[in-house]
């Protein structure tokens, strides 16, 4: 008689044994398996819901991957993309190129705790988390390369994470700090229990949303898809903060719960905010930005928080302030720069602007003015009076953009480390700095760069620098300046 | 010697770099940085007369004082806004 799959299941996934001709300290150093150390002891008792066999695994993969081919394979077909709204397209292209090889670099992450992992059944399913980022960066390059005969900068689903684009240093410093250049330990409270289990709903879930609202079937079901494994493969973080609070680990876990959640909350801000409330088109807009990160990534984070008795991060006043302002401000940045992105970047329309105010009761007042004078611009000077005279200040943490949140609201500050001044864009990245200096404080940004003489600081010369090496390659206004409401106002004027 | 400043204009959303020597004046910086901003994202404040510089703790700066003697070094915030 066949064997239960619970009657052998804990014999396949718990196999930790002792070591006879190693210690366990020196199997699982400490530097690379995460503090506080802890015998295996403290581990025996990690366990997550999904409890997967690699059988189960490829065969649940291969249906996932079978479904996501065969709506490719029928909207080929119909020919839908040639129909898709251009400003999505540019998300698509946003996205695939902030994501894709990410996503391969994030199965270090998901390696380093497949071997320093304390518990085996943590190890498996680490493994599994492995297998599942490759596939999260196959699968966007397929599709973007299947989208290069419509836009040749789909190739920046593979390039962007080679080039020293500023947002891809960004996105880079970011997941180096979360997981690359992290223990095993540190890697499952700062990925799968900060970033996957709560900020990919809101890449993969939201965004799928919007994109049915769009039309984009095929990136519809990819990112669906793609959230069904990190939902799975996100479950290593809650049993990994328990053993750690269970040894008195408070302090540091909650300092890596704050720092994360503030560092991905920026490149959220960045990448997923400018994207569903300026790329995404007004009516495939399910929420705004504000909405979802309220309604599906804090009010989670708040339940997990009090779970394990952990408090809510020092800065969350400012970050709650921050929603109404700070995505806002960015997308001014990518307007103006749009040069130096991958995609081209949509002045806002009356009926984009009456969206915004709606969601966002103080946008007219806060930012509709600074967009007029842009518009007025394009008026009287064309594309090259709207285009910035001088580099934008970074951040030496987050490594984005310093903007206010809005007129009068400026966070920017400085600090010094061994006689050198720093810029943040806040005092939360402030605040992460001075908690680690030492492991911060040696990465130049690209303003850094400039006066080190590693980086040109003619601007043309530092586009190219970034691997934006031809005009074609480099954004621009989506419309080419070219507004259908201008055109409407000057008529009827 | 450059210095470089990062430059925040009242009413603009962006901090820019700004670049001086030590014996440039400050009203020169906050010059620079209100051309560059004025021009593209802020519109001129009707009747204004000047503009207004300040460093990282608010402390009102001389514009005519050179970057050196306004203890502005490499690095450092300086805050700009037009005055009616």
């Not at chain 1, 684009?165 to 700062?190: G, R, V, Y």
């Not at chain 2, 020169?28 to 209100?34: E, M």
Request: proline share 4%; glycine share 6%.
């Amino acid at each position: 008689m066949a064997l239960r799959r619970d009657d052998w299941l804990d014999l396949a996934r718990k196999v930790d044994w002792e070591y006879t001709y190693v210690t366990e300290r020196e199997m699982f150093p400490e530097v690379i398996a995460g503090e506080p150390w802890l015998p295996h002891s403290a581990w025996a008792e990690w366990e997550e819901a999904y409890r997967s066999t690699y059988r189960e695994y490829v065969e649940t993969q291969l249906e996932k991957d079978n479904s996501v081919f065969a709506v490719r394979d029928v909207l080929s077909k119909a020919k839908i993309t040639e129909r898709l709204d251009p400003s999505w397209m540019q998300l698509a292209k946003f996205h695939n190129g902030a994501i894709a090889v990410g996503e391969y670099a994030a199965c270090l992450g998901e390696l380093r705790m497949a071997r320093f992992g304390r518990d085996s059944a943590w190890r498996a399913m680490a493994n599994l988390g492995a297998l599942d980022e490759i596939r999260h960066c196959q699968i966007p390059l397929l599709l973007s390369h299947d989208l290069l005969k419509f836009d040749p900068n789909f190739d920046w689903a593979h390039k962007a994470y080679h080039t020293n684009e500023w947002a891809m240093i960004a996105a880079k410093h970011l997941f180096d700090d979360m997981f690359t250049a992290a223990s095993a330990t540190d890697t499952a409270l700062q990925l799968t229990f900060v970033f996957e289990t709560g900020f990919t709903n809101l890449q993969f879930i939201a965004m799928a949303a919007m994109a049915d609202g769009a039309n984009d079937h095929v990136f519809e079901k990819a990112l669906a898809s793609i959230q069904t494994d990190e939902s799975r493969h996100a479950q290593q973080g809650h049993p990994v903060l328990r053993a750690v609070l269970n040894a008195g680990g408070k302090e540091h876990a909650q300092f890596l719960l704050d720092k994360m959640w503030w560092r991905s909350y920026r490149l959220f801000l960045a990448l997923t905010g400018t994207s569903m409330d300026y790329l995404t088109p007004v009516g495939a807009r399910k929420a705004s930005f504000k909405e979802f990160m309220v309604e599906w990534i804090m009010d989670q984070f708040v339940k997990n928080l009090e779970e394990f008795g952990l408090e809510l991060p020092w800065f969350w006043d400012l970050f709650v302030k921050e929603l109404d302002y700070s995505h806002h401000s960015f997308q001014l940045g990518l307007y103006q720069y749009r040069q130096t992105l991958w995609i081209d970047e949509p002045m806002p329309s009356p009926e984009d602007r009456a969206w915004l105010q709606e969601k966002y009761p103080t946008w007219e007042e806060t930012f509709g003015p600074i967009w007029d004078q842009i518009e007025k611009t394009w008026e009287t000077r064309g594309v090259n009076g709207t285009l910035p005279y001088t580099l934008p200040s970074l951040c030496n943490l987050c490594q984005l953009p310093t903007a206010f949140l809005g007129p009068k609201m400026l966070t920017a500050c400085t600090g010094e480390y061994e006689g050198r001044k720093y810029l943040f864009c806040s005092e939360p990245c402030k605040w992460i700095f001075f908690k680690q200096p030492e492991r911060f404080a040696g990465h130049k940004n690209v303003i850094d760069r400039v006066f080190a003489g590693e980086c040109p600081s003619d601007y043309n010369a530092v586009l190219e620098w970034m691997g934006l090496e031809s005009v074609e390659e480099q954004g621009r206004d989506l419309h080419n300046g070219d507004h259908p409401w201008r055109r409407t106002s000057v008529a009827a004027g | 010697m450059f210095i470089h400043l990062h430059g925040y204009f009242e009413g603009d959303f962006l901090g820019l770099v700004c670049i001086g020597m030590g014996d440039t004046k400050v009203g020169d910086v906050a010059t620079q940085l209100s051309e560059w901003v004025l021009d593209l994202r802020v519109a001129p404040l009707p009747g204004a007369t000047g503009l207004e510089a300040r460093n990282e703790t608010g402390e009102l700066l001389d514009l005519n004082a050179t970057l050196d003697e306004a203890g502005l070094q490499a690095g450092d915030i300086l805050r700009v806004k037009q005055v009616a």
